[in-house]
């Protein structure tokens, strides 16, 4: 199975900062990661997939990028409404993995 | 626009089944390959299984697969999750998503339902 890491596991930042969440995967994914929004109590919520393609609705404050086996979720100007936990996923092999985790918290 | 909403959850003893159901409403259902995903208690999420819009492919988890058995339905718009043999660490919150493309499996999960939980528990 191809094992996901995100990193840092958490981040505090003020509202209007820029935010960089890595995920690296054991091995390549060829492009085939999606960055996923999770609210308590709610259901996940897709941000972006391919590793750069922006989900509809999605503010454009969020985009990803990277390749192989190294990617990057970035808010470009953290709001408020952006307090939650988000994850990575591999969708390149099955089983799909999940990274761990990464809470953002607003100072 | 689809909905999805997960019915079936309880709580269940250890060794024995349980089957969850995802009604989705709307009319394309039968186009797009549909997923479970479970949230472990205080843990992140773990993807379960996976069937094709088709149901022509079908891949699980290790932790679940010779246990849990991913269908659908098409004609009645609803998916399931067959899950026998459960133990404690089935305990979870079980949701269902749809996958963003047309006729895909693996592109990303742009609609979940509300979630289902189940208990498994002497």
């Known amino acids: 199975d191809i094992q996901m890491t995100q990193s840092p596991s958490s981040v505090s930042a003020s509202v209007g900062d820029r935010v960089t969440i890595t995920c690296r995967a054991s091995?390549?994914?060829?492009?085939?990661l999606a960055w996923y929004q999770h609210k308590a109590g709610r259901a996940p919520k897709l941000l972006i997939y391919?590793?750069?393609t922006l989900q509809s609705g999605v503010p454009s404050r969020f985009s990803g990028s990277g390749s192989g086996t190294d990617f990057t979720l970035t808010i470009s100007s953290l709001q408020p409404e952006d307090s939650a936990i988000y994850f990575c996923?591999?969708?390149?092999?099955?089983?799909?993995?999940f990274g761990g985790g990464t809470k953002v918290e607003i100072k | 626009q689809l909905d999805l909403v997960e019915s079936g959850g309880g709580v269940v003893q250890p060794g024995r089944s349980l089957r969850l159901s995802c009604a989705a409403s709307?009319?394309?259902?039968?186009?797009?390959?549909m997923h479970w995903v479970r949230q472990l208690p205080g843990k992140g999420l773990e993807w379960v299984a996976v069937?094709?819009?088709?149901?022509?492919?079908?891949y699980s988890a290790e932790s679940v697969r010779g246990r849990f058995s991913i269908s659908r339905d098409n004609s009645k718009n609803t998916l399931y999750l067959q899950m026998n043999s459960l133990r404690a660490e089935d305990t979870a919150v079980y949701y269902c998503?749809?996958?963003?493309?047309?006729?895909?499996?693996?592109?990303?999960?742009?609609?979940w339902g509300p979630g289902t939980v189940v208990t498994v528990s002497s």
């Open positions: 391919a590793t750069s």
């Open positions: 709307g009319s394309t259902f039968s186009s797009y390959g």
């Open positions: 996923q591999q969708t390149n092999n099955f089983p799909i993995t």
């Open positions: 998503a749809k996958e963003t493309e047309l006729n895909t499996m693996n592109y990303g999960l742009d609609i």
């Open positions: 069937i094709a819009y088709d149901s022509s492919s079908r």
């Open positions: 091995q390549g994914v060829r492009g085939w």
